[in-house]
């Protein structure tokens, strides 16, 4: 178990901390902005910056003083830091205790046929996969990662998220994995970690942090573009300007609130559907409208829907299939479903950046 007690370090112009948190054997993703804080964590905990004040404990034993090689936490730079001059063998070799145990390493990370070359002959890929190797070859307590896929292109990346998620459930130790990409993230991390200037803004596992952001950062940075001022009515109901909608999270009357409606949580119907005859409309929180704009992201369509009978701009998605059936275009008339669930609020007084 990895134990966080109260990390401060200060920087010309900006502080970090305090950090509390403790990570079991899981990984927990860290998601922040640029220069919010995260490789200062991977930084304090692996002892290349010793922290102003606070504590890191690995299994119960303090690592304050001890040296890089003492502390036994694996850390894994974004460039991969291989030896230039060694081959990915001899990489590995460097950390491990036998030809056994890089033999192990190369046939788990699917690099056995690359051993022999050096790293400026091997994919960006095969660094990444030979630079986890030598670092699994010490057989760390902890493994510290930081962005190791992100200057990968998009189907390796996809392909070594799944090859790295089945990894890290084998280990039994406690990851931090540092990354600016929320689909790795989410993919990966057992707990994410959103920081905002130098602290944890939100931790918890990627479903609950994405659809229930605990403040209107969080919100924002996991894509919650639909964030409206209302005010709770009772009765499990908001209003937001002239529109009233039902929510499965009861909250005081006249409470102000930020209304979050995930695009992701949105449906879009045929708008001929009427939610009294039986159809798949849900017979609350359906609102009428005509399509903005719509913006083809490769896996789905991001569509913008003004709502001309209420005060709402809304942004969903629909998936092709979906996307095709309803005739989306520029001006076409649409309905909006959304389920009470998906409306998620925020208390003002908590949701300020």
Not at 21 to 50: F, H, Q, R, Y
Request: glycine share 8%.
């Amino acid at each position: 178990m990895l134990e966080l007690d109260g990390l401060t370090k200060t920087y010309a112009g900006f502080e970090f901390g305090p950090v509390d948190a403790t990570v079991g054997d899981e990984v927990l993703a860290v998601l922040g902005p640029s220069g919010s804080g995260k490789t200062t964590l991977l930084s304090v905990i692996a002892g290349i910056v010793a922290p102003d004040s606070g504590s890191v404990s690995l299994n119960g034993r303090a690592l304050s003083g001890r040296s890089l090689e003492d502390r036994r936490t694996g850390l894994v730079f974004q460039d991969g830091a291989l030896f230039p001059h060694l081959t990915a063998h001899e990489n590995i070799g460097y950390a491990a205790t036998s030809d056994d145990r890089i033999d192990e390493l190369a046939t788990l990370l699917e690099i056995r046929d690359v051993l022999d070359r050096r790293p400026a002959t091997l994919s960006g890929g095969e660094k990444q996969r030979v630079a986890l190797a030598r670092t699994l070859a010490a057989d760390p307590d902890a493994l510290l990662l930081d962005e190791p896929l992100s200057s990968l292109d998009a189907p390796i990346r996809r392909r070594l998220r799944s090859e790295l998620h089945a990894l890290f459930d084998s280990l039994d130790i406690p990851v931090v994995y540092v990354t600016h990409d929320q689909r790795t993230a989410t993919a990966l991390g057992d707990r994410i970690a959103i920081f905002r200037n130098g602290t944890i803004e939100q931790i918890g596992p990627p479903s609950t942090v994405l659809r229930e952001p605990e403040t209107r950062f969080v919100a924002t940075f996991t894509g919650n573009e639909n964030l409206f001022e209302g005010v709770a009515t009772g009765d499990a109901t908001v209003r937001v300007g002239d529109v009233e909608l039902r929510t499965s999270e009861p909250v005081p009357a006249e409470s102000a609130v930020t209304v979050c409606l995930h695009p992701s949580r949105i449906r879009l119907c045929d708008p001929s559907a009427r939610p009294a005859d039986g159809s798949a409309v849900p017979p609350t929180n359906v609102i009428r409208g005509t399509v903005d704009d719509w913006l083809n992201e490769g896996t789905e369509y991001r569509v913008h829907v003004n709502a001309a009978e209420t005060s709402l701009a809304l942004v969903t998605t629909a998936r092709p299939p979906a996307f095709d059936r309803l005739a989306i275009d520029a001006g076409a008339p649409i309905q909006v479903a959304i389920p009470p669930q998906a409306v998620h609020l925020i208390p003002t007084a908590e949701a300020g950046f």
